[in-house]
């Protein structure tokens, strides 16, 4: 496909994307159309950086059409505050045609603001985390009987931070009646079981074997022995300001996030910012912004910024650490390499990480080049106090689903399970089933 031309949007969102200067659709956006379209439950797995977002949207947004009542009728959950603003600035990207009222809700922030503004104003499509959702909804403020569509995005995430109990609890109070949207970069065993248990007779669209890379971002890593070898060998490669135009250091630990901040400061001063969950919320707003906005040539994150941000021109990814959930690896260097750009992907590892780097090449089905550390880096053995009681034996957490077998039984039944026959019936009553044993 080598244009939008051939997916059958609207007016308004077609002028929307050529101002945007967006050309052509990509394979997620492209398959995932017209089943949402169509009113199906959707399981939507693509990796990272491939437009998992637009894809959602743009059906959502024509199915609401036009401002409507005071009430949501379609509803947006992802895991982060960070990410409910992306997704909110990606439907002011699409809507300047459109008269849709759209709202963001999440925590750290004073809940009542966002109630006025839901209760004053209306809502027709409502983008939140699941926490701050639930306290709006239990006010009365905010109700869900209208809601005709959900999207759960960054759904292995959402698993991943223990999310399950309040993704539970938003199923039970919404209209028997609507279609699920599940979007996600993996499909573990967790986000399996929300398929089971919430969705009926979904279509599965995968555009790419999980757990592979963008194909244009070039990795290496390089052996460093310990925290201040990394922060020498950190500080050398970003003092080449024209390769290293905009960095993203990704670290296991807010410690090690602020380590990197408190010895880098007075060399990079406002070229650096840095985001993770002790940071109050305004100032993880205006440190992404600034990085986004190129004010700051780099970003050290936790964790906690890896998923779904979409920022323009990252020209490298930085590993400080090596995340022991193997799939973080894949998300964390999709922030560069995006919209067929090509970028880099860097990693510092230790003695104890080299296990985990072998598991990481496993699930790639690839492996990583290794550069020699510059002469003039200096390597030294000192080590930090918690790098002297830290264990040898590091506990690796497996998240990644290997054996997809029970999936492919779920899938073949699917398959057999047309709309409107006994077995779609059936599949509703297991999800009745499964909302009555939940209340008991």
């Known amino acids: 496909?080598?244009?939008?031309?051939?997916?059958?949007?609207?007016?308004?969102?077609r002028m929307a994307l050529d101002e945007a200067g967006f050309t052509k659709p990509t394979a997620i956006q492209k398959d995932a159309f017209s089943a949402i379209r169509s009113g199906k439950d959707v399981i939507g797995i693509a990796q990272t950086g491939t437009g998992k977002t637009l894809a959602y949207l743009m059906p959502i947004l024509m199915k609401l059409n036009y401002a409507q009542g005071m009430e949501p009728r379609a509803l947006i959950v992802v895991p982060t505050r960070e990410l409910v603003l992306q997704v909110?600035?990606?439907?002011?990207?699409l809507t300047p045609y459109m008269d849709i009222r759209y709202g963001g809700v999440y925590g750290g922030v004073n809940i009542r603001t966002q109630m006025d503004k839901i209760f004053d104003y209306g809502v027709d499509l409502l983008v939140a985390t699941?926490?701050?959702?639930?306290?709006?909804?239990m006010t009365g403020v905010l109700k869900f009987k209208n809601i005709r569509t959900l999207v759960v995005d960054e759904a292995d995430k959402m698993m991943d931070l223990g999310f399950m109990p309040q993704l539970n609890s938003i199923f039970e109070v919404?209209?028997?009646?609507?279609?699920?949207?599940?979007?996600?970069?993996t499909f573990s065993d967790t986000v399996a079981q929300l398929s089971e248990d919430f969705l009926i007779a979904p279509q599965r669209i995968e555009v790419a074997p999980q757990a592979t890379t963008v194909e244009n971002i070039r990795q290496h890593l390089y052996h460093v022995p310990n925290i201040l070898s990394k922060v020498n060998l950190l500080k050398h490669l970003l003092n080449n300001k024209e390769e290293f135009t905009k960095v993203m250091v990704f670290t296991e630990t807010k410690k090690n996030a602020d380590r990197i901040v408190e010895r880098l400061e007075d060399d990079l001063g406002e070229a650096l910012s840095v985001i993770h969950s002790n940071k109050a919320q305004n100032t993880r707003i205006n440190a992404l912004n600034a990085f986004k906005e190129g004010r700051a040539r780099v970003m050290v994150s936790s964790d906690v910024a890896a998923r779904g941000l979409d920022i323009e021109d990252v020209s490298h990814v930085i590993n400080f650490d090596i995340p022991t959930v193997h799939t973080e690896y894949i998300h964390r260097i999709g922030r560069t390499g995006r919209a067929e750009k090509e970028?880099?992907?860097?990693?510092?590892?230790?003695?104890?990480?080299?296990?985990?780097?072998?598991?990481i090449e496993k699930l790639m089905r690839q492996s990583i080049s290794v550069e020699s550390i510059p002469l003039d880096v200096e390597v030294t053995t000192q080590l930090l106090e918690d790098e002297k009681i830290q264990t040898r034996n590091i506990r690796v957490k497996t998240d990644v689903r290997r054996n997809t077998g029970a999936f492919h039984e779920k899938k073949a039944k699917n398959m057999k399970t047309p709309s409107g026959s006994k077995g779609r019936q059936k599949a509703i009553e297991n999800r009745k089933r499964n909302k009555k044993k939940r209340r008991k």
């Open 130 to 137: 699941p926490g701050r959702l639930m306290d709006i909804y």
């Open 174 to 185: 919404l209209p028997e009646k609507h279609q699920n949207l599940l979007f996600s970069a």
């Open 1 to 13: 496909m080598q244009s939008f031309d051939e997916i059958k949007l609207s007016k308004q969102i």
């Open 343 to 359: 970028g880099v992907a860097i990693s510092f590892v230790n003695e104890k990480e080299q296990e985990l780097v072998v598991e």
């Open 88 to 93: 909110c600035e990606t439907i002011e990207l």
